[in-house]
């Protein structure tokens, strides 16, 4: 991507709103920062609705590399506008909630143990769900599922499938079957959820 971005002359949108859910906080970075190294312009955005748990608070950044300081100021001085325009003065708490963990270490640790534990069970309900397949269609069709990060897979389900599921099943899932991995609370609902799915794509 930093290649075609070079040589097109695109101006990269990174949306990060899923850190840490991936490989880990660090590693999840690798391309961004790959990006950054090669091109001149970047627009980076960074959530911490799914990582720290804040949806309601709506807290995150926007983050451009400019080519000089004065692309830079224009572009700082139109996002002040848009940002004036759409909510004027967001509350601060959320942010504040943020900068307390990730300035104490206690804390930070703790944060950063927890979205462990989470990515664990997130990569956990892949492998379980992608391992019950193989049983249930006796093939591997399915092992891309294990080999996705974060708390999504598209399932590649045609209108006919989607629907089925939820008339048939009432599994609701939108067209072209996105699923939320994080959704699956247990091992009954994977088995579950495997046997549907399988029926529909046979």
Request: net charge negative; with cysteine.
């Amino acid at each position: 991507m930093a290649d075609v971005a070079v040589e097109r002359g695109f101006l990269p949108f990174i949306d990060l709103a899923y850190q840490g859910f991936g490989d880990g906080l660090d590693a999840d970075l690798y391309g961004t920062r790959k990006l950054a190294s090669k091109v001149s312009d970047l627009v980076v955005t960074s959530s911490c609705s799914k990582n720290f748990g804040l949806y309601r608070d709506r807290v995150g950044c926007a983050m451009i590399i400019a080519k000089d300081s004065s692309a830079a100021d224009v572009t700082k001085s139109h996002l002040t506008v848009a940002a004036r325009v759409a909510y004027s003065m967001p509350p601060d708490h959320g942010a504040a909630m943020v900068a307390i963990i990730m300035t104490d270490p206690a804390l930070r640790k703790m944060w950063e143990d927890e979205l462990a534990e989470m990515r664990g069970r997130i990569l956990g309900l892949r492998q379980q769900l992608a391992d019950k397949m193989a049983v249930i269609t006796d093939s591997h069709d399915w092992d891309f599922i294990a080999r996705h990060r974060g708390m999504f897979s598209l399932l590649c389900l045609d209108k006919n499938q989607t629907d089925t599921l939820i008339n048939e099943h009432s599994i609701y899932i939108v067209n072209g079957g996105r699923i939320n991995i994080a959704g699956l609370k247990d091992d009954a609902q994977v088995t579950r959820f495997a046997e549907c799915l399988a029926a529909v794509t046979r």
